[in-house]
């Protein structure tokens, strides 16, 4: 049986969130809270875990309450807080009335902690005129009135940029003294741990797939479990390319999720800051000024005012970008992207040159793949961290391409070998193909890669590449490279100006195979710095 589900709250194996520990002891302190975190970063699995951790301290009861009635009304809302205490008061609900009666009861601990899932949807009929009077905030406030006199009463809510909705738009005297936690994306350790049951059954997920699993989903919860559901069920070892197949499958067919992804920090009737924010990032990922920050960030009319920082806030525990350092103090403040199949580039129009339009969507992933370079790292033996393999950075740009309109072949068989990668164009009918070789500079046949690529050569290839790899600087890498791998062989060297590209060098060359057919390909040397 699958052990994995990611379509549920419940699923069979769970990563317990270290931050489960200091909540809880704010809890149980009569503190309020709240969570942000977006769409399937585990907001409901980590208030069941936050519940069960409660729970097992004694004098103390827990509520989790998953969503608003379907009316939304204050009374409404009490009605089902009453329910839940299994009180019963005469006259007007008030939240102090029903925690009145609760705790005079005599089989009743002594304190008592409230979860609310499902924030954002308190905040819905709110914008832009009913502001003060929106019922989630009169219940919400009521709360916090009465939380305020019976210390016995913790109260925590998890949300997304209802949050946000709630502070600036309705004004809330609950969010003004709760204290803010955030939930990200799992690191690779987490990762390991959710695989645990590849090897409790005599097959452990290789690295490589764990890389590659990584590098699809962003570390995001849901899109890590969806990814090891998909591989639990083959009947071979799990490799990179079963993790590209497992998430092109799922833009195909969960185009929904996606959407409640970018719903999850934005809103058309609200501020498009996020969005600009976010384009910022991925054009320029790396330290940007507060200047550059603040003029993406300007809104004009009746929309959700969002601070820089806000901003910042959401896009990571969105999942889409890592912050370096703090959002409200660093100038400039240092954000990359998250790779992902979040933060993959949408499909340009394709033309008739398909030599051109391959090379212009290897040159975007390549920027991408830079600007996102700490995440192409793994532990290394001694300690230190080394790069992921050529074939995880084949399966990540396998993933890219399939997104742009391409379509992929990991390992395909091509003339004389098998090529990282073979790609032909979607749906027009067109047998042109190209071919790609991913190395890593210094190990084994890199300085052979334009004899081996000239290998896979047949008829149909009308454009081939080698991207090559480094985390090292290396001040004479373009000259070196074309000394070593390319003069020496019998080809036309053309240099192509990188300016202002994060592509470190790249060289357009033209050969003869042995079959006598004309090969353009090109060199690309990009370096992955280690650190943001």
């Not at 299994?86 to 029903?98: F, H, I, N, T």
């Not at 695989?195 to 590659?212: E, I, Q, S, T, W």
């Not at 074309?482 to 994060?502: F, I, K, N």
Request: glycine share 8%; with cysteine; net charge negative.
């Amino acid at each position: 049986m699958n052990p994995y589900d990611w379509q549920t709250h419940h699923p069979g194996i769970e990563f317990l969130r270290p931050e489960i520990r200091e909540t809880a002891a704010r809890l149980r302190r009569g503190g309020s809270a709240v969570t942000l975190g977006g769409r399937g970063m585990g907001k409901s699995v980590f208030l069941r875990q936050l519940r069960s951790a409660l729970e097992r301290e004694s004098g103390l009861r827990v509520l989790l309450i998953p969503e608003p009635p379907p009316r939304l009304t204050v009374e409404d809302c009490l009605e089902r807080l009453a329910e839940s205490l299994e009180v019963s008061v005469a006259g007007p609900l008030r939240s102090r009335k029903l925690f009145e009666a609760y705790f005079a009861r005599d089989d009743v601990p002594e304190r008592l902690v409230l979860l609310f899932d499902e924030f954002d949807r308190y905040a819905e009929g709110g914008f832009p005129s009913q502001g003060s009077h929106a019922p989630g905030r009169a219940f919400f406030n009521d709360l916090e009135s009465a939380r305020r006199s019976f210390r016995r009463l913790g109260v925590l809510a998890a949300g997304s940029i209802g949050i946000y909705v709630f502070r600036d738009v309705l004004g809330s005297g609950y969010l003004s003294r709760a204290a803010r936690g955030r939930l990200g994306p799992f690191d690779r350790q987490a990762a390991m741990e959710l695989a645990r049951p590849f090897a409790d059954r005599g097959a452990p997920l290789g690295d490589d797939a764990l890389d590659a699993l990584m590098l699809a989903s962003g570390g995001i919860p849901a899109l890590l479990t969806y990814g090891l559901e998909q591989l639990w069920d083959l009947d071979e070892t799990p490799n990179e390319s079963h993790v590209t197949g497992a998430f092109i499958r799922f833009q195909e067919s969960h185009s929904g999720y996606l959407d409640d992804v970018r719903q999850s920090f934005s809103d058309p009737r609200l501020s498009q800051a996020p969005q600009r924010i976010l384009e910022l990032i991925r054009r320029n990922p790396g330290p940007l000024y507060r200047d550059q920050l603040e003029a993406a960030s300007a809104v004009t009319g009746e929309a959700l005012k969002l601070s820089v920082s806000d901003v910042l806030e959401l896009l990571e525990a969105t999942g889409l970008v890592r912050i370096e350092g703090s959002v409200f103090r660093d100038n400039p403040v240092e954000a990359h992207p998250i790779p992902s199949v979040l933060n993959l580039p949408t499909a340009a129009p394709l033309t008739e040159r398909f030599r051109e339009d391959f090379l212009r969507d290897l040159t975007t992933l390549l920027e991408k793949l830079h600007g996102s370079s700490v995440d192409f790292f793994r532990p290394g033996k001694d300690g230190g961290k080394v790069l992921v393999p050529e074939s995880v950075f084949a399966a990540h740009l396998a993933l890219g391409f399939e997104l742009l309109g391409w379509r992929s072949e990991r390992e395909a068989q091509s003339a004389a070998g098998r090529t990282d990668l073979k790609l032909r164009r979607n749906g027009n009918g067109s047998r042109e193909t190209a071919v790609v070789e991913v190395k890593i500079w210094g190990r084994h046949g890199t300085k052979d890669a334009q004899r081996q690529i000239l290998g896979y050569w047949t008829s149909d290839v009308t454009a081939g590449a080698v991207v090559m790899l480094t985390d090292a600087e290396l001040p004479e890498w373009p000259e070196v490279y074309r000394r070593e791998c390319l003069d020496s062989h019998d080809v036309t060297v053309e240099p192509q100006p990188m300016e202002d590209r994060p592509i470190r060098a790249r060289f357009q060359t033209t050969s003869q195979t042995a079959d006598g057919l004309t090969a353009p390909v090109d060199h690309f040397l990009l370096r992955l710095p280690r650190k943001a």
